[in-house]
């Protein structure tokens, strides 16, 4: 089991960039492929990206390609997100999420484990 913790959140204007961490408790990270979800309110759970165990692949959404980078250091236990560019339409919680396979998914009920989420705000 994973325990998922986000962080780095916030407001920012229209055009500006967001780094998002995803810290977590457990000695088997590098055995898990991870993934970011978001969640505009009123919609369901929206797949942004994923990224392999060993960080050699990644998948994005076509919403955020180009835009955004996830990444991950196992020796830390930490999946990051860069979100560069951001757009009002990026607005949600972003949730940080574990599958217990070394291949990412971009279907959001493949995931295992999630972390309590954490709010980016755009504003124009």
């Known amino acids: 089991q994973v325990q998922l913790v986000e962080s780095g959140g916030g407001l920012v204007q229209a055009g500006g960039s967001l780094r998002l961490s995803c810290a977590a408790a457990?000695?088997?990270?590098?055995?898990?492929?991870m993934g970011w979800v978001r969640q505009a309110p009123g919609k369901e759970r929206e797949f942004v990206a994923g990224i392999s165990w060993s960080g050699g692949n990644t998948n994005y959404a076509d919403s955020v390609k180009g835009r955004f980078t996830i990444s991950r250091d196992n020796a830390k236990n930490t999946v990051y997100l860069q979100m560069n560019s951001l757009k009002r339409e990026d607005t949600a919680v972003y949730y940080c999420?574990?599958?217990?396979?070394?291949?990412?998914?971009?279907?959001?009920?493949?995931?295992?484990?999630w972390g309590q989420g954490t709010q980016v705000t755009v504003s124009s």
């Open positions: 457990g000695r088997t990270f590098s055995s898990y492929a």
């Open positions: 999420a574990a599958r217990r396979t070394l291949s990412a998914s971009t279907v959001t009920y493949d995931y295992d484990y």
